[in-house]
C-alpha cells in the first residue's frame, strides 16, 4: 500500500471514529447511535486504530515514484 494511501485510510478511520465516539457519547445526536455506550466504544477504538494507520502512514518509509 502507498504511503499516501495509508494516511487517507487513517485519516478517514479517525474522522469516523471520533464522529461515532460523539454520537456514543450523546454530543451529537439524530442517530440511533446517539447515546449509546457500545458506539462510544467502539468510536474510540476506531479512533485509536485510525490515528495508527495514520503514523504508521506518515513515519513508514517514502514510495519512489
Same mark, same amino acid.
Given at each position: 500500500?502507498?504511503? $499516501? #494511501?495509508?494516511?487517507?485510510?487513517? #485519516?478517514?478511520? !479517525?474522522?469516523?471514529?471520533?464522529? /461515532?465516539?460523539?454520537?456514543?457519547?450523546? @454530543? !451529537?445526536? =439524530? %442517530?440511533?447511535? %446517539? $447515546? %449509546? *455506550?457500545? /458506539?462510544? +466504544?467502539?468510536?474510540?477504538?476506531?479512533?485509536?486504530?485510525?490515528? $495508527? @494507520?495514520?503514523? *504508521?502512514?506518515?513515519?513508514?518509509? *517514502? %514510495? +519512489? =515514484?
Amino acid at each position: 500500500m502507498t504511503r $499516501g #494511501i495509508t494516511v487517507v485510510i487513517g #485519516i478517514v478511520l !479517525a474522522l469516523l471514529g471520533a464522529l /461515532w465516539t460523539l454520537q456514543g457519547a450523546g @454530543v !451529537a445526536g =439524530g %442517530s440511533f447511535m %446517539s $447515546g %449509546s *455506550r457500545l /458506539w462510544l +466504544v467502539i468510536g474510540v477504538v476506531l479512533l485509536i486504530v485510525g490515528i $495508527g @494507520v495514520l503514523v *504508521r502512514g506518515l513515519r513508514g518509509p *517514502r %514510495s +519512489v =515514484g
